[in-house]
């Protein structure tokens, strides 16, 4: 089971950008999907989160101008990004909180490789 993210580039500001993550291999089930990015000598940070049910949480970064979305199969997670901004420069990484069996306790971080998103100033 693993997760590929797409989607990044070099984009103008002012711009939007649509992150694809989808997983591949079958899972018992998903608590959430995240979006995490980290810049340049800074800590990764949340961007936004979204539950199956569809339950969303924003960091204020990004708050208003960006929209996560799970498809109904619960395998793929989307991140758009509107008027970009040169501080939204980053690698993104897709996280999905899983269950790989029935029985399974707690649920697994599962992380993709990460996608660079560049914003020029």
């Known amino acids: 089971v693993r997760l590929v993210e797409s989607g990044g580039g070099f984009v103008p500001p002012g711009t939007a950008l649509t992150l694809s993550c989808t997983r591949s291999?079958?899972?018992?089930?998903?608590?959430?999907m995240n979006w995490y990015r980290q810049s340049p000598g800074k800590e990764r940070e949340l961007v936004a989160s979204?539950?199956?049910?569809?339950?969303?949480n924003y960091a204020d970064s990004v708050k208003g101008r960006s929209d996560i979305s799970m498809d109904n199969a619960k395998t793929a997670v989307y991140l758009q990004l509107n008027r970009l901004k040169p501080d939204d420069t980053a690698v993104y990484y897709c996280?999905?909180?899983?269950?790989?069996?029935?029985?399974?306790?707690?649920?697994?971080?599962?992380w993709g490789q990460g996608t660079l998103v560049t914003v020029p100033s």
């Open positions: 979204v539950t199956p049910a569809g339950n969303t």
């Open positions: 996280m999905q909180e899983i269950q790989y069996y029935r029985g399974n306790s707690d649920y697994a971080e599962l």
């Open positions: 291999g079958s899972v018992f089930d998903v608590k959430r």
